[in-house]
């Protein structure tokens, strides 16, 4: 398990690759990532949570911002709820911790 110290995220490792949990909040304003007062991160989606529409632009959202490509994520658990845990294949947790913190500095 690696803790991201820039912003207190905990990534895990898997036999696939990486995992991370994040919160979503659909019908927000813009598509964004920001961590919360808690530390927990934070995916404000523009999208609707209806058929499967919000957790579509998530994947879409942290495929742009980690730089990777959207076949590599997938939602492992929390598919209809707002709180989720991310799958990344094939990245180490110290990559995906990297380009977690790169994509919130990106603000």
Excluded: C, W, Y
Excluded at 7 to 20: A, I, P, Q, Y
Excluded at 61 to 74: G, Q, V
Aim: zero cysteines.
């Amino acid at each position: 398990m690696t803790r991201n110290l820039a912003t207190d995220l905990v990534v895990s490792g898997h036999t696939r690759g990486s995992t991370f949990a994040l919160t979503v909040a659909p019908r927000s304003a813009t598509n964004r990532l920001d961590v919360q007062a808690d530390g927990t991160l934070r995916a404000r989606i523009t999208a609707p949570p209806v058929d499967g529409a919000a957790n579509a632009a998530l994947l879409r959202l942290l495929a742009e911002r980690l730089e990777l490509p959207r076949s590599r994520l997938a939602i492992v658990t929390g598919e209809t709820g707002r709180r989720k845990r991310i799958l990344v294949e094939g990245i180490a947790p110290e990559d995906l911790a990297n380009r977690l913190s790169r994509a919130l500095d990106e603000r």
